[in-house]
C-alpha cells in the first residue's frame, strides 16, 4: 500500500509543481499588461501574438525637459522608439548622454523634431541590435545657423545599424570617417542639409592630403558598403574623382543632387550620368 499511497502523493506533487509552473511562466497577455511606459508614451503591441516587442511612441517638449523620463522607459520588449519634440516650441534639446544606452532590444529609434545641435561622443552606445536610426531636427526651421554636428565617434557601438537617416538636420559638415564603425550600413540618408563640399560627407578621400585622422585608413571599413545614398537637396557644387564617397564599393541606388559637375567620378560599376540606373542629378 506504501507503494501506492507514495504514487498517489508524487502525482499530486506532479500536478501542484506544474500548475505553479504554469502559473509563473508569463502567458502573452500578462507580459502585455506588466508593459509600462512613462506618461508621455504610448505604446503598441507588434502584431506577432506574444512575441512581446512593443512600439512605443513618446511625445515630449524637449529631450531633456523638466518631466521628459526617457530613463523610465521599460527595457524589456521595447524594441522600437519613436521620439517626438514638440514642433510648435524652439526650444534646444540636449541629448542626454547614454541616453538610450539601457534599451538593449532596441531595433529602431526615430527623434524628430527635436532641435539637437550635437551629437555627442557615443551617444548610441549600448543599442547593439539597432538596425535603424532616424534623426530628424528640423533645425532650418528654428534658425539657417541651427546645425547639427557630430562627434567624430558620436555613431560608435552601432554595429548592426543598416539604415541610418540624418535627412533635414542643417548638417554643414560630418567628421572624416565618422561611419567608420557602422560595418553593416547598407542606406544612408542626408537629404536637405547643408552640405556644400563632397569632402565633407564623411568619407575619406583615397588619398588624403593629410593625416590627421586618429583611424588608420585600414581600419576604417565601416560605411563603405552602403548601397544607397542620398545627398540630394544639399549644396554640392562639385563632385571630384578622388571624392571619399567613390570608395563606395556597392552602391546601386543614389540621388546625388550636384550643380556644376566638373568632373563624374568613375564609381566602379557605375555608368556615367546619361545612362543613371536610379538615382539622379540636379
Ligand atoms: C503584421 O504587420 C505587417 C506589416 O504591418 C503585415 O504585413 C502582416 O500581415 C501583419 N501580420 C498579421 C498576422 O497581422
Ligand atoms: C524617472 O523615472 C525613474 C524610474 O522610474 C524614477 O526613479 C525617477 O524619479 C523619474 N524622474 C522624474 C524626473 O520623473
Ligand atoms: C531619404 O529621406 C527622404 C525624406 O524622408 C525620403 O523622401 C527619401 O526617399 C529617402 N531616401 C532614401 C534613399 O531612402
Ligand atoms: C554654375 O556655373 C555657372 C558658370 O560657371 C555659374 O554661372 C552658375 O552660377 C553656377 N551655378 C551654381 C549653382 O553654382
Excluded at 26 to 47: G, I, R
Excluded at 53 to 69: A, F, H, I, K, P
Excluded at 83 to 104: D, N, T, W
Excluded at 250 to 266: A, D, E, F, H, S
Amino acid at each position: 500500500m506504501a507503494c501506492r499511497r507514495r504514487g498517489v502523493v508524487s502525482l499530486t506533487a506532479a500536478a501542484v509543481i506544474l500548475a505553479l509552473l504554469l502559473l509563473m511562466s508569463p502567458s502573452p497577455t500578462l507580459s502585455f499588461s506588466k508593459y509600462e511606459t512613462p506618461d508621455q508614451c504610448s505604446w503598441s503591441a507588434d502584431n506577432e501574438t506574444g512575441s512581446g516587442r512593443m512600439s512605443v511612441l513618446c511625445r515630449v517638449r524637449t529631450l531633456d525637459g523638466e518631466g521628459t523620463n526617457l530613463s523610465a522607459l521599460q527595457v524589456e520588449g521595447t524594441t522600437r522608439l519613436r521620439v517626438g519634440c514638440s514642433q510648435v516650441l524652439l526650444f534646444e534639446s540636449s541629448l542626454p548622454p547614454q541616453a538610450f544606452h539601457r534599451l538593449s532590444q532596441l531595433e529602431e529609434l526615430i527623434i524628430e523634431d527635436c532641435k539637437i545641435l550635437q551629437l555627442p561622443p557615443e551617444s548610441f552606445t549600448g543599442l547593439r541590435d539597432l538596425k535603424r536610426l532616424s534623426i530628424n531636427t528640423y533645425n532650418s526651421e528654428w534658425g539657417s545657423g541651427k546645425s547639427l554636428e557630430l562627434a567624430p565617434n558620436s555613431l560608435y557601438g552601432l554595429k548592426e545599424l543598416q539604415i541610418l537617416d540624418l535627412a533635414d538636420n542643417n548638417i554643414r559638415a560630418f567628421p572624416e570617417d565618422v561611419f567608420c564603425s557602422l560595418g553593416n550600413l547598407q542606406t544612408l540618408n542626408l537629404t536637405r542639409n547643408r552640405i556644400r563640399d563632397a569632402s565633407n560627407l564623411g568619407y575619406a578621400s583615397k588619398q588624403p592630403a593629410y593625416e590627421t585622422s586618429s583611424i588608420p585608413r585600414d581600419e576604417c571599413t565601416g560605411g563603405l558598403d552602403v548601397r544607397a545614398l542620398d545627398v540630394s537637396w544639399n549644396q554640392l557644387q562639385i563632385l571630384r574623382g578622388d571624392s571619399g564617397i567613390t570608395r563606395l564599393r556597392q552602391l546601386r541606388n543614389y540621388n546625388i543632387c550636384i550643380y556644376n559637375i566638373t568632373n563624374w567620378p568613375r564609381f566602379p560599376g557605375m555608368p556615367y550620368p546619361a545612362s543613371l540606373p536610379s538615382g539622379y542629378l540636379i
